[in-house]
């Protein structure tokens, strides 16, 4: 197989996954009949979940992509990811604050929506910081930053997974499953001793843009 051919293998996989979840999403009759604060915020959260598959592959270096940029892309999907989460409760707050309210309050009779608010923590730790980051020796970095990543991504799936409606149950398992195993492979090739502790491991610097 060509290193292009791979390259464009890798590319069409990656955005095979991210549009058909996303595609489903907006044919969904259940979006039809609800109005646009409830649809933008819905929306929001349905591109955040599929942003977690390409952030995962980023920092794992499983994307054809030298080693700088891919810790660029990284950054902004995770900027990108905090926009879209904001919106997505924004959205929800508006469309049903009591109910909101009782899910950050810990209070909701649903699960899902308490794993919801333990991703929210989680992303608003990262976020805090990463405002941080130059303080923080590379070690502690990648051990609290992969951690408070785990905990953002296991919420995020176990909040999305349950519901029922807006997105089509099986390209959504798919999508997770994706991100469940990207996630896992990131975390272990980021947090292990050695040149994989880092995006620029070796192997990774071979890399070159797509």
């Keep these: 197989m060509t290193p292009r051919l791979r390259r464009n293998l890798i590319w069409s996989g990656v955005a095979a996954a991210l549009v058909l979840p996303i595609g489903f999403t907006i044919a969904s009759p259940y979006m039809a009949y609800r109005d646009a604060v409830y649809v933008v915020g819905g929306f929001?959260?349905?591109?955040?979940?599929?942003?977690?598959l390409p952030q995962a592959l980023l920092i794992a270096g499983l994307l054809p992509l030298s080693a700088p940029r891919a810790r660029h892309l990284h950054r902004w999907t995770?900027?990108?990811?905090?926009?879209?989460?904001?919106?997505?409760?924004?959205?929800?707050?508006?469309?049903?604050?009591?109910?909101?309210?009782?899910?950050?309050?810990?209070?909701?009779?649903?699960?899902?929506?308490?794993?919801?608010?333990?991703?929210?923590?989680?992303?608003?730790?990262?976020?805090g910081l990463a405002l941080f980051r130059r303080r923080i020796a590379p070690r502690h970095w990648r051990l609290l930053h992969g951690t408070l990543a785990a905990v953002f991504v296991a919420g995020s799936?176990?909040?999305a997974l349950p519901i029922i409606g807006t997105m089509e149950p099986i390209t959504k398992a798919m999508l997770c499953l994706l991100v469940a195993?990207?996630?896992t492979l990131a975390l272990l090739r980021r947090l292990r001793p050695g040149p994989w502790g880092s995006v620029t491991g070796q192997g990774k610097a071979r890399q070159t843009d797509g």
């Design 78 to 127: 995770g900027g990108a990811l905090a926009a879209l989460v904001g919106l997505h409760i924004l959205g929800l707050w508006l469309t049903s604050p009591q109910d909101m309210a009782d899910a950050l309050l810990l209070r909701a009779p649903t699960l899902f929506s308490l794993w919801g608010v333990f991703a929210l923590w989680a992303l608003v730790a990262i976020t």
């Design 44 to 52: 929001s959260g349905v591109v955040a979940l599929a942003l977690l």
């Design 157 to 159: 799936l176990a909040h």
């Design 181 to 183: 195993l990207a996630t």
